[in-house]
């Protein structure tokens, strides 16, 4: 039986890729950081495996809204701290029309609470735009993008005192 589910189920599409909640140490050391971490062979195997997937992914059949946040830099987690510095600066001069690249695998949420908890009270949100047929890998708690996403900022404000950029997803070219 398990032979014959293999062969049924082995070419349907699939909505998540299979690292989908193990991508925060890859993004935190190889990506983001450029540091070779313990586990670095282990690391570039979940890049390589990631990348893959997300080509396989099954399209996204509605445009969808996402929410992700991005909190002030802590001194007090040197290697965190650099990592959410290196995102904050982005975050914080983005302008209208601007172009980001988001190196790392990066997570956004359904719902604006995600956002505002991780963001904390003087962090950034973006709202991210998500066209129809965007391969992304996403589960019923949050939606992961592809290595190197590109996002249009199309608006800034505020909101409840933060910093609020409204960004266009970019369909990359699979040719």
Request: glycine share 4%; aromatic share 12%; net charge positive.
């Given at each position: 039986m398990k032979i014959l589910n293999t062969l049924l189920f082995r070419n349907i599409p699939k909505k998540e890729i299979s690292c989908h909640n193990c991508l925060c140490g890859v993004n935190k050391f190889t990506l983001l950081t450029n540091r070779i971490s313990s586990d670095y062979q282990r690391d570039i195997l979940i890049i390589n495996q990631a990348d893959k997937e997300f080509l396989e992914l099954k399209p996204t059949k509605r445009n969808m809204v996402l929410w992700r946040g991005i909190p002030v830099p802590n001194p007090q987690?040197?290697?965190?701290?650099?990592?959410?510095?290196?995102?904050?600066?982005?975050?914080?001069?983005?302008?209208?029309?601007?172009?980001?690249?988001?190196?790392?695998?990066?997570?956004?949420?359904?719902?604006?609470?995600?956002?505002?908890?991780?963001s904390d009270i003087n962090g950034i949100i973006y709202k991210i735009n998500v066209p129809k047929g965007s391969k992304v890998s996403r589960n019923r708690f949050d939606v992961?993008?592809?290595?190197?996403?590109?996002?249009?900022?199309?608006?800034?404000?505020?909101?409840?005192?933060?910093?609020?950029?409204?960004?266009?997803?970019?369909?990359?070219n699979t040719i």
């Amino acid at each position: 039986m398990k032979i014959l589910n293999t062969l049924l189920f082995r070419n349907i599409p699939k909505k998540e890729i299979s690292c989908h909640n193990c991508l925060c140490g890859v993004n935190k050391f190889t990506l983001l950081t450029n540091r070779i971490s313990s586990d670095y062979q282990r690391d570039i195997l979940i890049i390589n495996q990631a990348d893959k997937e997300f080509l396989e992914l099954k399209p996204t059949k509605r445009n969808m809204v996402l929410w992700r946040g991005i909190p002030v830099p802590n001194p007090q987690n040197y290697l965190y701290n650099e990592i959410i510095k290196c995102l904050f600066e982005k975050a914080n001069s983005l302008k209208i029309f601007d172009k980001i690249i988001m190196p790392e695998y990066a997570y956004a949420g359904y719902e604006i609470e995600d956002a505002e908890i991780y963001s904390d009270i003087n962090g950034i949100i973006y709202k991210i735009n998500v066209p129809k047929g965007s391969k992304v890998s996403r589960n019923r708690f949050d939606v992961i993008f592809p290595r190197n996403s590109e996002f249009i900022c199309k608006k800034a404000g505020e909101y409840k005192g933060r910093k609020i950029f409204d960004l266009d997803y970019i369909l990359p070219n699979t040719i």
